[in-house]
T-cell receptor, first 113, second 115 residues
Framework: DAKTTQPPSMDCAEGRAANLPCNHS???????VYWYRQIHSQGPQYIIH???NNETNEMASLIITEDRKSSTLILPHATLRDTAVYYC??????????????FGKGITLSVRP | GAVVSQHPSRVICKSGTSVKIECRSLDFQATTMFWYRQFPKKSLMLMATSNEGSKATYEQGVEKDKFLINHASLTLSTLTVTSAHPEDSSFYICSVGFYSNQPQHFGDGTRLSIL
């Protein structure tokens, strides 16, 4: 799987948008970009994923550059409960169900009051 | 609602004890489940891929005789840490895998502490 690069940490004010960047310059054409987050002492929580187009759901938006070498996760109105480690993961598009997720170090988002 | 149920959430036991952790896929059948381990302030590390009806596939450096995986049904995979020692203390997390265009869903994890 292609590797990703994320800054180690960032913070934002409560109520403001949090824009979390991720570089994946070696991504292949059939690899998806996935975002998960992990709140302390819990299992990772799925946020969103995409292949080429921008995606939006009730939690966040995912903006993927045209060359697919980077992406940005946007939390439109961050709350204190969004404080977590966010993982950007590139996942191989295999035909079977056993497609692994390889976790990097992630980015620690701290939302301040 | 929860997609994956993991039990127990926390276990404390003496060195030399074997500990079994269960991972259940709720509401759907899962031919593949994954087991991860996470040490404090570190990222998740994949230990093994659990395949229903066949042997698990272990990652390099993970002892298969130490970490026994059984995936006897389409909704249950178990991880048994055999003869656990303090260095096995960690956060163990399972996930249910689908095709790569669908997200994996994770359990809430099991905090294992070996005294």
């Amino acid at each position: 799987d292609a590797k990703t690069t994320q800054p180690p940490s960032m913070d934002c004010a409560e109520g403001r948008a949090a824009n979390l960047p991720c570089n994946h310059s070696t991504i292949s054409g059939n690899e998806y970009v996935y975002w998960y987050r992990q709140i302390h002492s819990q299992g990772p929580q799925y946020i969103i994923h995409g292949l080429k187009n921008n995606e939006t759901n009730e939690m966040a938006s995912l903006i993927i550059t045209e060359d697919r070498k980077s992406s940005t996760l946007i939390l439109p109105h961050a709350t204190l409960r969004d404080t977590a480690v966010y993982y950007c993961i590139v996942r191989a598009a295999l035909t079977g169900a056993n497609s692994k997720l390889t976790f990097g170090k992630g980015i620690t988002l701290s939302v301040r009051p | 609602g929860a997609v994956v149920s993991q039990h127990p959430s926390r276990v404390i036991c003496k060195s030399g004890t074997s500990v079994k952790i269960e991972c259940r896929s709720l509401d759907f059948q899962a031919t593949t489940m994954f087991w991860y381990r996470q040490f404090p302030k570190k990222s998740l590390m994949l230990m093994a891929t659990s395949n229903e009806g066949s042997k698990a596939t272990y990652e390099q450096g993970v002892e298969k005789d130490k970490f026994l995986i059984n995936h006897a049904s389409l909704t249950l995979s178990t991880l048994t840490v055999t003869s656990a020692h303090p260095e096995d203390s960690s956060f163990y997390i399972c996930s249910v895998g689908f095709y790569s265009n669908q997200p994996q869903h994770f359990g809430d994890g099991t905090r294992l502490s070996i005294l």
